[in-house]
């Protein structure tokens, strides 16, 4: 009776896990930021409805009427879910190519409660597109398990270093609890949340995406051991993006093409490399590299026809 009951446990528990498995594998080659194929076919929606941060980054300056610019953190207009939800209606209807529904601000989604809302209408109308966040990992512990709730099934994190010292050489101040917190002690908050976070959703079974910015004489001799970590976590891909100088951090100069190849390379036998970035706005929409929402409604409608 005992070999009959484990015999049984296992046939069923077979499909479930063949259906994960094959889960896994189309939401990775649908989505055009883990897979490099996948960004010529494919495209993503960046709905810019989470205005507000909890984190200040030292090279980060979140302006939310940037139409010319092509940065994270800009967007023409934040929406309202329901106006999100409306935009996803219309930018499905004509370009049916794109299969993620992302929030990537221009705030940070985990600190904005309209981040949960758009999630859950979008889920319920269209819940076979893949739903897709960024975030510090501030918040990730707590709310993991409303991202879980709602189908979020891929996830972003920005790691720009794990040794508490040179965290708190990145970040001018973090808000936690309710506090402005600066120096070592935001750093080492901010540490132990990210790694508690990522472990928690790869477990959760979400698929991990690491955004690391190489800002030179501040972490790019460290980004090699911040690849090591996230392999030991589980993370899927990492992508080494390269430093905007702007904020406190614009008397810095940028690494060149060939000093970020090269931190890649050192990367990759721990984790996957994503190599074609293009540090997309927070309302970026179509394939990388072709933003729909910076180009003319002629220009438009000629990639409409292309697709």
Known sequence: MSDEKNTKGTNECCPESDKKD??????????????????????????PVAPACNVQCNFCVRDFDCVNESRPGVTSKVLTPQEALEKVRDVIKEHPFIKVIGIAGP????????????????????????????????YLPEKLPDLVRLGVSTLTVTVNAIDPEIIAKIYSHIIYDGKVLKGIEAAKIMHRKQMDGIKAAVEAGLVLKINTVLIPTINDDHIIDIA????ELGVYI???????????????TPPTTQERAAIQKECEPYVTQMRHCRQCRADAYGLIGEDLS???D????LIQVKT
């Open 238 to 252: 990492m992508n080494v993006m390269p430093l905007i100088n702007q904020g406190a951090f614009a008397h810095l």
């Open 298 to 301: 002629k220009r438009r409608k």
């Open 228 to 231: 090591k970590k996230m392999k």
């Open 107 to 138: 705030g940070d989604p985990l600190a904005n409660d309209e981040t949960f809302e758009t999630f859950e209408l979008i889920g319920k109308e269209f819940p076979d597109l893949t739903l897709c966040m960024s975030t510090n990992g501030l």
């Open 294 to 296: 910076q180009m003319s």
């Open 22 to 47: 094959s889960d896994f594998t189309r939401i990775i080659a649908e989505h055009p930021c883990y897979d490099k194929n996948a960004q010529h076919k494919f495209g993503r929606i960046h709905l």
